[in-house]
């Protein structure tokens, strides 16, 4: 008999760390959640990984495989308590990250401050060495200028430190050779070159990208080793890997060196895996849906590819690396209610967290959360949370509501139960907006559309949402509250590389497309050589590449991407034929007789490891476990409950109808009807 392996996957989020242990037989998926430890997120994982292997019975050593999310960076970030960083410039670009893009804040008040530089000025230190714009060394490095650099970062008493040269885009060398100094006279300092981390062209941006990444290298690096130290301590020696914001993941050596390409992964794991039950349920057109206790990630997924963008925020600052496309709402189950100066009704975008949490925990919280709002309704059972691990206090949220209702003009004995629905409509109102916003920018059809609602609130909002923006199906997985989870489970290994190229491109090819691919060879060999150092687990690997492309004059491109076939037999009529192509999707015109000018080249490697399986769902037979009343529109409904764990493949739920299951409730309102799958992913499609 063949011994089984596996592979955990992990999530950790600010209330709930989450795990998923697949059989790679197929045979099963495992699921379980572990309250988070925000001082010391390692502590979650050891405990949950020890409860979920003694649970499952299995043996340490059938582990193979470890993927781990989790947003540490990005809280550092945000909450801007990252490393004592300082920055080294070339002479003349010390106010890089002051002046920024020279943009304010807001258009429409002059007062609203600027955001503070992630570096203090007076620890950014200037050098003569820059490159010239062709890539050469315009002046080369002062021996004794880096010497009295050493000792200036010295007495600095700094973390870590970022170097940004003028056009060292074109060639890294520079920087690595001062890096290189930087180390030897400083051997316990981290140093970050932003031409080797993202050698993209815009030195304000490619500076952030150095600059972040010194800025929770620190941080991240100490955890990777408690982490490491706490799985080995188990007795698992299966290797590590982190999932990236391109919803690939890297090695454990990887992610240590360059922390900026894993701040936003979390939430890119749960979009890889709805593309899986997306597939699985015969659609591609998917708008993903991750609902937590802290915020909404949303992102819109065409024809069952992940969307990327290089335009996200992380904070304040701009990332010009390519991230899955996610744009998030401060709207979660523990998003706070409040009323603004004008006695209007907000939702977020501040969380009640996981301590004290929304005031049901019993945990001290004494403000209103959407949570709350789920129990005053009846949606969410207080006695059966969790799986009935944890009871909720549904009169201690009817008193939180209470204290709002009043202001918001509502009396009577339902007053606090008003506050709740006018609670629930204003964070669906924003998340509808926010859907609406991204598929016009897209020029798609919501109705073409099917929502995938995960995350521990994500189905019970979910049919609230889409009755909002407009959607006619929602898909529900399995197992909703430990989806990002699965998402790292089944995520290939995958880094991003680029070339600035700024050149023009005809029919007939010419010197542009020469330069074209000599930079597509060069992308490849160092995309190889990385690939062969992560592990023995990758199997074939293969490319994608994207090209940023505009007509000669025009301010803003657009990005052309190439699947591994095309790569193969690319050309430059096929190129210029995509770009007109797709210029006249997105504008209604186009110029077939011009050249193209490029500007940047990107490639990215996928590692592919072994696919995991994903198991069919048991047939069983639906059958209702009693009445709930559930408050909607004003009236107090009788919903039919259901236990998740016995809807079968092809088995029909109709709404009014609560579906209880450990991880989550999900809500089936009326007019709506609610069919499971071969998976077990419930479809809720309106009659």
């Not at 090209?547 to 591994?564: H, K, M, S, T, W």
């Amino acid at each position: 008999m063949q011994t089984p392996r596996y592979r955990i996957g992990i999530d950790v989020g600010g209330t709930f760390t989450d795990f998923v242990l697949a059989d790679l037989t197929g045979a099963r998926l495992s699921f379980y959640k572990e309250p988070s430890v925000p001082p010391d997120p390692s502590l979650a994982v050891e405990r949950g990984l020890a409860a979920l292997v003694a649970q499952q019975g299995i043996d340490p050593a059938t582990i193979e495989l470890i993927v781990h999310g989790t947003t540490i960076g990005l809280n550092a970030i945000i909450q801007r308590r990252g490393a004592r960083i300082a920055l080294v410039v070339s002479k003349g670009n010390r106010d890089v990250l002051e002046i920024a893009r020279l943009r304010m804040p807001s258009s429409y008040d002059f007062t609203e401050p600027r955001e503070q530089p992630l570096v203090e000025r007076d620890l950014v230190f200037e050098v003569s060495a820059r490159m010239r714009a062709d890539g050469s060394i315009d002046t080369p490095l002062d021996a004794g200028e880096v010497d009295d650099l050493i000792g200036k970062i010295a007495e600095a008493k700094v973390d870590a430190v970022a170097i940004m040269l003028l056009n060292s885009y074109r060639s890294a060398a520079l920087e690595i050779e001062l890096a290189e100094r930087l180390r030897a006279g400083l051997p316990a300092l981290l140093v970050s070159e932003s031409a080797v981390i993202w050698p993209e062209v815009r030195e304000y941006e490619r500076c952030l990208v150095g600059a972040l990444n010194g800025y929770i290298q620190p941080l991240k690096s100490s955890y990777f080793d408690k982490l490491a130290s706490r799985v080995a301590g188990l007795g698992i020696a299966a290797p590590i890997y982190i999932t990236a914001n391109n919803g690939g993941t890297l090695s454990l050596d990887t992610a240590r060196a360059r922390p900026i390409n894993t701040i936003l992964s979390g939430p890119a794991a749960g979009v890889v895996a709805s593309l899986a039950v997306g597939k699985a349920a015969g659609t591609g057109q998917l708008i993903t849906f991750d609902m937590g206790g802290t915020s909404a990630d949303i992102s819109v997924c065409r024809a069952g590819r992940l969307e990327f963008t290089t335009t996200t925020h992380v904070g304040d600052f701009p990332l010009i690396m390519p991230v899955v496309n996610v744009s998030a709402i401060g709207a979660g189950g523990g998003s706070i209610l409040w009323l603004d100066k004008q006695g209007l009704l907000k939702v977020g975008p501040v969380s009640a967290g996981a301590d004290p949490g929304p005031v049901c925990y019993g945990r001290g919280g004494t403000v209103p959360t959407v949570t709350d709002c789920y129990v005053a309704l009846g949606i969410v059972d207080p006695t059966r949370f969790l799986g009935g691990r944890m009871t909720l206090d549904r009169d201690a949220a009817l008193g939180a509501l209470a204290k709002i209702a009043e202001p918001l003009g509502l009396s009577g004995p339902d007053a606090a139960v008003g506050a709740a629905e006018a609670g629930i409509r204003v964070a669906s109102a924003k998340m509808a907006t926010e859907i609406t916003k991204l598929l016009a920018e897209a020029g798609v059809d919501p109705r073409q559309f099917s929502l995938v609602a995960y995350g521990g609130a994500g189905p019970t909002h979910a049919n609230y949402l889409a009755e909002d923006a407009g959607l006619t199906s929602v898909l529900v997985p399995m197992a909703p509250g430990t989806f990002c989870a699965l998402g790292a489970v089944l995520a290939d290994i995958r880094r991003d590389y680029v070339r600035t190229a700024r050149l023009m491109v005809s029919r007939d090819g010419g010197e542009g497309w020469a330069e074209v691919q000599r930079h597509l060879a060069e992308l490849a060999e160092e995309a190889r050589a990385w690939i062969a150092n992560e592990g023995d687990l990758v199997g074939e690997h293969g490319f994608v590449v994207s090209f940023n492309i505009r007509y000669p004059g025009q301010a803003y491109e657009i990005e052309i991407v190439l699947d591994e076939e095309t790569r193969r037999t690319l050309d430059p009529q096929k190129l210029l034929d995509l770009f007109h192509a797709e210029h006249e999707r997105l504008y209604g015109f186009a110029e077939p007789d011009s050249a193209v000018q490029t500007s940047t080249i990107r490639l990215a490697v996928i590692g592919k490891v072994a696919a995991v399986a994903l198991p069919d769902a048991p047939l069983r037979k639906a059958q209702s476990t009693g009445i709930r009343k559930v408050r909607h529109k004003g009236q107090w409904l009788d919903a039919q409950v259901y236990e998740r764990a016995t809807i079968g493949p092809d088995e029909v739920v109709a709404g009014p109808a609560v579906i209880d299951q450990p991880d989550t409730t999900i809500l089936v309102l009326p007019n709506w009807t609610a069919r499971a799958d071969r998976l077990g992913t419930l479809r809720l499609t309106r009659n």
